[in-house]
T-cell receptor
Framework: EDKVVQSPLSLVVHEGDTVTLNCSYEVTNFRSLLWYKQEKKAPTFLFML????IEKKSGRLSSILDKKELFSILNITATQTGDSAVYLC???????????FGTGTRLQVFP | EAGVAQSPRYKIIEKRQSVAFWCNPI?????LYWYQQILGQGPKLLIQFQNNGVVDDSQLPKDRFSAERLKGVDSTLKIQPAKLEDSAVYLC???????WGYGYTFGSGTRLTVV
């Protein structure tokens, strides 16, 4: 059965700290891994990763995939209070386009 | 482009009552999804439509949940009768076509509370 596991479940940091969020997966016929940020209700897209070792970067956020070890990390440097959210990791299942989500990591950034 | 529209934004009902949610996807998006997100969990797919046909409804509790997508555009999800454990955010998403998960756009969701 396809599975996505995220850790930690929750993280509390101060502004300026750097955080690393983890996502491991098991899926038949891997195609991609996606990261989303969920602040209120709608998840918003951050990154899609398909190749090992190639870092995707957007401002203070970056992500990398290790297809051999079946995991991905999301790094946020110099965190700000606006980074407070739930970060979701997902993979599309083998024979449909449905996304299998992890439980998410709740990040709280305090001033 | 306009996003995925959902209504209502919030709904509070008593158990055993019925409720319906509406979703209008992005124009031209053939694939429409309904996800259920229980507090503290990631979203879980309930049903996936490709145009007006069902692709996957394996996790839809069919004794109480139903969904339709007439004319391959907007969609309604109904719960009848509701149970306490149906309290969740119901997210609608659409994508241009089936692929690698890229191109999903989520609506802002409906938060259902069953009391």
């Amino acid at each position: 059965e396809d599975k996505v596991v995220q850790s930690p479940l929750s993280l509390v940091v101060h502004e300026g700290d750097t955080v690393t969020l983890n996502c491991s997966y098991e899926v038949t016929n891997f195609r991609s891994l996606l990261w989303y940020k969920q602040e209120k209700k709608a998840p918003t897209f951050l990154f899609m990763l398909t190749s090992s070792g190639i870092e995707k970067k957007s401002g203070r956020l970056s992500s990398i995939l290790d297809k051999k070890e079946l995991f991905s990390i999301l790094n946020i440097t110099a965190t700000q209070t606006g980074d407070s959210a739930v970060y979701l990791c997902a993979v599309p299942s083998y024979n449909t386009d449905k996304l299998i989500f992890g439980t998410g990591t709740r990040l709280q950034v305090f001033p | 482009e306009a996003g995925v529209a959902q209504s209502p934004r919030y709904k509070i009902i008593e158990k055993r009552q019925s409720v319906a949610f509406w979703c209008n996807p992005i124009s031209g998006h053939a694939t429409l999804y309904w996800y259920q997100q229980i507090l503290g969990q990631g979203p879980k797919l309930l049903i996936q439509f490709q145009n007006n046909g069902v692709v996957d409804d394996s996790q839809l509790p069919k004794d109480r949940f139903s969904a339709e997508r007439l004319k391959g555009v907007d969609s309604t999800l109904k719960i009848q009768p509701a149970k306490l454990e149906d309290s969740a955010v119901y997210l609608c998403a659409s994508s241009l076509d089936q692929g690698w998960g890229y191109g999903y756009t989520f609506g802002s969701g409906t938060r259902l509370t069953v009391v």
